[in-house]
């Protein structure tokens, strides 16, 4: 699977962006996805995931109730939306696909190349 993410950019605080991740190669819908994120200095973390269907998400606690995640099999796409954004969510945002559901586990079996979101305070 090729992952491609888009939709990073700078964005105020408390604003919103969404993040987009197209995919290519294998069967979309046989992968759950994820988002993972990296800020300078620090480990990559899980951000939130969504099943095959989508039927089933997960999010960090950090995000929840401010990020959705979501997915069109149709379109080979996942999103990521993101409202109230605060400085601290600045990192590279990756995608990533796993043929199993274990959302917050770091081994997803192909990544993206990463999108920057910057948030300025």
């Known amino acids: 699977v090729h992952l491609v993410e888009s939709g990073g950019g700078l964005v105020q605080a408390g604003g919103s962006s969404r993040l ?7 069967t979309f819908s ?6 993972f994120r990296q800020a300078p200095g620090k480990e990559r973390e899980f951000v939130a995931a969504t099943s095959w269907s989508g039927s089933s998400t997960s999010y960090v606690d ?4 401010r990020f959705t995640i979501s997915r069109e099999n149709a379109k080979n796409t ?18 990533a696909a796993r043929r199993t559901w274990l ?19």
């Open 20 to 26: 987009s991740c197209a995919a290519s190669g294998r």
């Open 30 to 35: 046989a992968f759950a996805m994820g988002w």
């Open 62 to 65: 950090s995000v929840k109730d």
């Open 78 to 95: 996942v999103y990521l939306q993101m409202n109230s954004l605060k400085p601290e969510d600045t990192a590279v945002y990756y995608c």
């Open 103 to 121: 959302p917050a586990t770091g081994q997803y079996d192909y990544w993206g190349q990463g999108t920057q979101v910057t948030v300025s305070s």
